[in-house]
């Protein structure tokens, strides 16, 4: 089993950056694929980035070119960093083992708050 814990937000102005983490145990967390959402309010919860193994990446359109996700598999860490953050950004970001193929389950932190304000 993992369990994800995020951790890095608050509130930033227009532009500004922020890098979230999310500190996970389990032995799978090293193989299986991670992923950061978000979920703003009155909307449903959508993927940002995803990371596999080996480092390949995805990233939503809205954030490309902006949002960097890496993992540290030795750390057991995965971290998103944001940047030229805008005010559509805010929302709750979710921390995301996607463990489905290895264990069944799909596994999600508590959520960290983002928000992008003047």
């Known amino acids: 089993q993992v369990q994800l814990v995020e951790s890095g937000g608050g509130l930033v102005q227009p532009g500004g950056s922020l890098r979230l983490s999310c500190a996970a145990s389990?032995?799978?967390?090293?193989?299986?694929?991670m992923g950061w959402y978000r979920q703003a309010p009155g909307k449903q919860r959508e993927l940002v980035a995803t990371i596999t193994r080996s480092g390949r990446t995805k990233y939503a359109d809205s954030v490309k070119g902006r949002f960097t996700i890496s993992r540290d598999n030795a750390k057991n860490t995965v971290y998103l960093q944001m940047n030229s953050l805008k005010p559509e950004d805010t929302a709750v970001y979710y921390c995301?083992?996607?463990?489905?193929?290895?264990?069944?389950?799909?596994?999600w932190g508590q959520g960290t708050q983002v928000t992008v304000s003047s």
């Open positions: 389990g032995s799978i967390f090293s193989i299986v694929p």
């Open positions: 995301n083992a996607d463990a489905i193929v290895v264990t069944g389950n799909n596994y």
